[in-house]
């Protein structure tokens, strides 16, 4: 990451995904990364997003070896409970819609409230989170996975809305919902047929460099791999 200090600290929440882990590794072997801290439900520290406390903890915790000059929440589900994407209205279920909501958005949400603070005031860093192109409004053309949609959409209304609160305090900072691409892992295993998806490191590598070119301009972007802009 050229673009931020030489000896820049980086966090990765959901270390433990496949993109998360790639994250993870691809800035361990960055030369300009003096540290990086991958978190996950079973890090030191450790976090849930359904549980505000243990993100409290994890962010005093960590401020004393901050503050962290980039942020990425590669956090996320689809399969909620062990239930897929909702296809159509009849499908949908209170209780699995409230977790999507809790995992998807309000937990990352959590996330900002907790570790913008950690961000440094005066100079060049970045706040990142795994979004989905799914969760365009602009671009729902086809339907269907609606948890996973208004959830992805919720947690880039409130990465929008909080980018503009913190970028008044911090003027450098950058704020971007990333859109991976189709990417092998867990959470798209049941979906995509393994040849179809992108290498984990090759999503990560890209997002890298397209979050390396961003320049902060008081607002949060939406982009994909190649750091081109999504529709809201
Ligand atoms: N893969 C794709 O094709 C694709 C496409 C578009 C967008 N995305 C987005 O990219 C992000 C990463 O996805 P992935 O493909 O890398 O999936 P993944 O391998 O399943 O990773 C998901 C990560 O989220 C964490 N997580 C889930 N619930 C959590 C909770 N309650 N508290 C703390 N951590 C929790 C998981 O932790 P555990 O290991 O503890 O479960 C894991 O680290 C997600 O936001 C996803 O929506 C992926």
Known sequence: MKSLPA?????????????????????????????????????????????EAS???????LAPRGPFDLIIDATGAL?????????????LDPARLARAFAVNAIGPALLLKHFVPLLPAKSRCIFATLSARVGSIADNRKGGWYGYRASKAARNMLLRTAAIEAC??????????????????????PFVAG???????????RLLAALDALPS????????TRGLPIDW
Do not use: N, W
Not at 22 to 29: C, G, I
Not at 168 to 180: G, I, K, S
């Open 7 to 51: 000896g820049y600290r980086a966090i990765v929440f959901g270390a433990t995904g496949a993109i998360g882990g790639a994250f993870a590794h691809a800035l361990r072997q960055s030369p300009g990364c003096a540290t990086v801290i991958g978190l996950g439900r079973g890090s030191e520290p450790p976090f849930d997003l359904e549980h």
């Open 55 to 61: 993100i409290a903890d994890c962010a005093r915790d």
């Open 79 to 91: 399969a909620i409970d062990g239930v897929g994407p909702e296809k159509r209205l009849r499908d």
């Open 168 to 189: 008044r305090q911090r003027p450098d900072a950058v704020f971007a919902a990333l859109q991976p691409g189709t990417v092998r892992s867990r959470l798209s295993a």
């Open 195 to 205: 040849t179809e998806a992108m290498e984990p490191d090759v999503a990560a590598t």
């Open 217 to 224: 301009s008081g607002e949060a972007v939406f982009i994909d």
